[in-house]
Each structure stands twice: as C-alpha cells, then as structure tokens.
C-alpha cells in the first residue's frame, strides 16, 4: 500500500541534505512526497529582495521536481528568528497542511540542531502530530543537516541515528537536486558542500554494511 510523505524543512535545501534520496525512493516505490517550508531561507541577509525569494522557491521546486515529490507549500515565517513568532501560530499552520495532505510518515529537522529555525520546526511539528485518535501520522523520523546538526553544543540533544535508509540507486537524483541549491552549497572547508554530503552519507552507509545511506533518529512509530 503506498504511504503519503510530508518533509517538514525549515529552508529550501534542508529537505535535500537532510532526506533527499529518501524523498526519491519514496517516490520511486509509488508513495506519494509532499515538502512543506516554513521559511524562504534568506531573510537573514542583508537587503533581501522579493526576486531572491522567488529565486529560491524556484530553486525548490525544481529540486522537487527531480526527486519525484509534489509540488512544495511555502510558509512564510521569518528567516532565523522563528522564535519571535507563537510557538502555537507555527504549530497551527503546520496542522492545516496535515489535514490537508493526511500524512502517514512525517520527516523533520532534528531537535538539537544549532539553527533556531531547525528547533522550532522541530517542536511545531512534534505539537502539530500528537498522537490523537484521528491523526493520520504514524511514523515521525528527525534528520541530520551539514552545519547545523554537528555544529551544537556537544551533549546537547546529540543526534544518534537508529535508522538508515539504503539510497544507493538514488545519490544521482539527490546530487542533482543539490546542485539546484548551488549558491547555498560552500567551498571547502565548510562543511555544508556537495561533496561533504555524499561523503557523510558514504559514511552512514559504510556503518551499516550499504554503500550509501541517510541517517534517521526514529521520533515516533505507531503499530495499529
């Protein structure tokens, strides 16, 4: 029976980095992708105009395109300073596009990450997916993002995989959809960098016996 996906990404380029050859699997094997962003992810920047924005939506929709998912939801909230707006108004809008879509596996960010945009999605999407008798979510996965998740404080909300999907026959599409982001990829010794990203997933892979995996933290499974 396929399932309904929804990746909950803070930016535009998270969704790639964090779960991309998971996105294309899913959609090879006939599930059906939808990515939400709560943010355009350059409002950070000094004097941001509109055609960056729209830049950046295109961006991501062509990155959608590639790994198979539908067409992606914006939110609008502000750049790095999610934590100015209501916890409660971020979670409500994450609820309408769960009883639109009716998920059965959410993806998000991983709770300890660095980014302040990262933990609010975090939160917001754990409140937005209680587990109520009528909620369609039955499996909740965080993810791993170069320079956010290894960047924070060491003991602090460690992520610590447990599961590993096999991307083997999908690196191509999630290289392809990386280099949509180009201008957020950076030059080495950075670590957010195309290469950095084939190299960690190499490195997930080899841990479990696989050529190439991305890495999980299981949040939440519901047995029925």
């Not at 055609?51 to 998912?69: F, H, T, W």
């Not at 934590?83 to 991983?110: A, C, F, M, N, R």
């Not at 008798?133 to 996965?141: G, L, M, Q, W």
Request: charged fraction near 20%; hydrophobic fraction near 35%; charge should be neutral.
């Amino acid at each position: 029976m396929n399932k309904k996906i929804l990746v909950v990404a803070a930016h535009p380029d998270d969704e790639v980095l964090g779960c991309g050859g998971t996105m294309a699997r899913h959609a090879s094997n006939g599930d059906k992708v939808h990515v939400l962003f709560m943010s355009a992810g350059v409002g950070s920047r000094e004097n941001i105009k509109n055609d960056e924005v729209n830049e950046r939506r295109i961006c991501a929709k062509q990155a959608s395109k590639i790994l198979g998912s539908q067409s992606p939801q914006f939110l609008n909230f502000p750049d790095n300073r999610m934590d100015s707006i209501s916890l409660l108004d971020v979670v409500k809008s994450i609820e309408l596009v769960i009883q639109e879509i009716g998920p059965d596996v959410v993806y998000t960010h991983h709770i300890g990450d660095l980014n302040i945009d990262h933990q609010i999605t975090h939160k917001a999407v754990l409140t937005a997916c209680r587990p109520q008798p009528e909620s369609s979510v039955k499996e909740i996965y965080s993810f791993e993002v170069l320079s956010s998740t290894e960047w924070q404080t060491p003991g602090y909300h460690p992520f610590i995989p447990n599961v590993f999907v096999n991307i083997k026959e999908h690196m191509a599409s999630k290289s392809e959809a990386l280099q949509i982001y180009g201008e957020e990829m950076q030059k080495s010794p950075h670590s957010r960098t195309i290469k950095n990203s084939i190299r960690l997933n190499t490195i997930r892979g080899n841990s479990v016996g696989m050529d190439f995996s991305e890495a999980f933290s299981l949040v939440r499974k519901v047995y029925f």
